[in-house]
């Protein structure tokens, strides 16, 4: 019975795929483009240090949301063994009597994890429903009951959009099917909200940081040694991304379990680093206009050129340990490097000046 529920999900999800690359063909780019900014990578380059450096309590929930939704969304695709469509459409039975659809594939197709829930659609609502609800917080406190009316409609329905696209984009280019990019937004919502009413994450220690990050690599490593004793193998999907993928170098190592898992757990380590850091509390007084406008553009800059590093894959062992490297640095540098570079830079162009 539970077999041919799934099948018929994942029959209308195939079906899904062919009519919007069918009749949407022209709108190719725009999807990719879409499952491009989803990617978690742009909320630590990009929204990040933005807001650390407008608003730093909204960019230090930013990456708890991310990195805890994102290591819940591992555990999840590890415990629901989620197919995806550019593959299940090859193997399954279900057009046995019938020719499948053909679907087509494009770069970001063939990520090699299990497909439920979808990551992308998930750390989406998360990252966006936290950044909504501190717009909110942050601009309706001193507003009329109008006023506050309308933009809670504006954004709420930029979210709704967001969102739509984002989903429209993973299940375009056949990475996920419809019920796993839904499951992945509600499941991105509940995280995002949970951190709305936590309040302990702004006063961490670095003991905290430090036993966090351990307690989630070694739960996630224990958990995945555990299920191989018993005989089963959480790698499966990796197998099937490189038979079925149509180009053998879109099938990316960055996209295995234990890359996101070491990139999430390396940003959370490096916040609290950076956080921690005495020359994050030398700089974390100075709030003046000019100082936040210079440590925005510097961190930008900066990360951009920084995350056109690609560590390299011919050895597992040493890409994630310098994916975990360069995770760290991105809030380190960003949270205590920067702003003390830029505050010396200020300081020294206004003795100048005198």
Known sequence: MMDAVMDAL????????HYLQTNFRDAQGLFLWVSWAADLRNTFFVFFPLWFHLRPSVGIKLIWVAVIGDWL????KWILFGERPYWWVHETAYYANTVPPHIEQYPMSCE?????????????????????TSVLAILTSDKSTNTNRYLKATLWTLFCGVQVCVCLSRVFIAAHFPHQVIVGVITGMIVAEAFNRTRWIYSATMKTYFYTTFFLTFFAVGFYVLLKAMGVDLLWTLEKAQRWCVRSEWVHLDTTPFASLLRNMGTLFGLGLGLHSPLYTETKRSSSASVRAGCVATSLILLHLFDSFKPPTHTAALFYLLSFCKSALVPLVTVSLIPYCVNRALRQQDKKGV
């Open 10 to 17: 994942h029959g209308f999800g195939v079906s899904s795929t």
């Open 112 to 132: 090699t994890g299990p497909g439920s829930p979808s990551g992308h659609a998930m750390g989406a609502a998360g990252i966006y429903y936290t950044l909504v």
């Open 73 to 76: 969304n591992l555990v999840f």
